[in-house]
């Protein structure tokens, strides 16, 4: 199977060149049209906007494809045109699972009035479990260790308590909660994931994308187990996480037709809570490590202004995030120069909407929306275009925490900082994230010092991944010593 799937590969890009080449007849007049099959493996690539400019449309098979670049372009879109660009387009590896469950307006409304529900519950649980390490995993005795399931099975907890109003510890819910993550993530971050967006030659094709189904089947069987036990013991007056409050709200509207809060749409955004919500933070968790053991000097900058701040009698609360400026900088800059998400989900239109001299035409929906995606043309913002774009960051192409720090040292917003997108499609979990890298971060330096294997300059930040949905960073050890 292995020398077969690595053929197919390789057999792959001749496919889609075909594939491109019979659907690229006369599509009227779009901006700066490139037809190349090399544009599917390189979309989220700076050299496509070197070459057509800060717009232009690819044919994805038959599918139209607007793709925005630079800071300038994708602003005016999600932010300045905000209301017009606010639709979710379809991703296929998620469509094909999700079928669009969980997208609705009024579930993202609801869902934002879940997490504030449950704000104050959720800061409690972070002050308790932001403390690394612990005494059942790699504790400060020097030894190297790789930070990788330390930071995924705190992470993990944190959220299962959000959606399930537990912690599962170590138990076997949270061990497979990690290991298909951590699997998906991988693999929709490689090369097989980012040729996902050709399903119907896909799902054909052997190889180790089919895991990615599998995986998701098997987060959605935990979910559905977790769903009947709260539905045995729901309190509606009482809500403890999220399934609780949607389950109450699901009661309220069995009698309207036209609800959304059904079933399906429980287990599908649960899902992609669990799932946006562990790997983004710890794999930004991972790069933040690299890039400390990297830098010396910035980690022992971080630990002096926690020291003068907080003190080291009791743990960093997110009260004090106002005066540590610059831990809030560094974490900044890690989002910023790591990129783990280097191109947006796709985006569509509300209306027929003018934009920089173009027509992009609203969505049309097909007969059974369901099972297919609607039609229309997918808007891709490609965010590593904005976050290394020279206009609005002095030096992009380097890690400099200074980029988010004003002449006088204080911590400076950017507009173009959208590690969670920007505009009306803000990541859900933003919040949540915040507070989580604030406090993990701020947590282990004030009691840990990091340190490398080998020399900090021998140290590769570049990403293990760097195609499809994630930038990954490269497998490494590191040592934990007590201050």
Known sequence: MDSISTAMLLLLPALVCLLLTLSSGDKGKDPDPSHSWETCLTLARVRLS???????????????????????????????????????????VFFNFTKGNGKKKCVV?????????????????????????????????????????????????????????????????LLTIIRLNNDNFQLMSSPWGELYIFPSLLDWVPGPHGRIFQNFKCLRDLIAHSVHDHQASLDPRSPRDFIDCFLTKTAEEKEDPQSHFHMDTLLMTTH????????????????????????????????????????????????????????????????????????????????????RGFLIPKPSHTANSTSSPTRGTDIITLLNTVHHDPSQFLMPQEFNPEHFLDAKQSFKKSPAF??????????????????????????????????????????????????????????????????
């Open 272 to 355: 992609n809570l669990l799932f946006g919500g562990t790997e983004t933070v710890g794999t930004t968790l991972r790069h933040a490590f690299l890039a400390l053991i990297k830098y010396p000097r910035v980690q022992a900058r971080v630990q002096e202004e926690i020291n003068l701040v907080v003190g080291r009698a009791w743990l960093p609360a997110l009260e004090d995030r106002a005066a540590i400026l610059y831990p809030d900088a560094v974490i900044h800059e890690v989002q910023r120069f790591a990129d783990i998400i280097p191109m947006n989900l796709p985006h569509r239109v509300t209306r027929d909407t003018a934009f």
């Open 50 to 92: 070197k070459e057509y400019g800060s717009m232009y449309t690819v044919y994805l098979g038959s599918r139209q494809v607007v793709v925005l670049s630079g800071f300038q372009a994708v602003k005016e879109a999600l932010v300045d045109q905000g209301e017009e660009f606010s639709v979710h387009g379809d991703y296929p």
């Open 418 to 483: 959208m590690p969670f997108s920007a505009g009306r499609r803000l990541c859900l979990g933003e919040s949540l994230a915040r507070m989580e890298l604030f406090l993990y971060l701020t947590a282990t330096l004030q009691n840990f010092s990091l340190q490398p294997l080998g020399a900090p300059e021998d140290i590769d930040l570049t990403p293990a991944f760097s195609s499809g949905l994630g930038n990954l960073p490269r497998p490494f050890q590191l040592c934990l010593r007590a201050r």
């Open 109 to 173: 409304w609801y869902l934002l009035r879940s997490i504030q529900l449950l704000d104050g519950q959720m800061s409690g649980e972070l002050s308790c479990t932001s403390r690394l390490p612990d005494p059942s995993h790699p504790s400060p005795s020097g030894e190297p260790f790789d930070p990788t399931f330390v930071l995924s099975r705190s992470v993990s907890n944190i959220i299962c308590f959000v959606l399930f109003g537990s912690r599962f510890n170590d138990d076997d819910r």
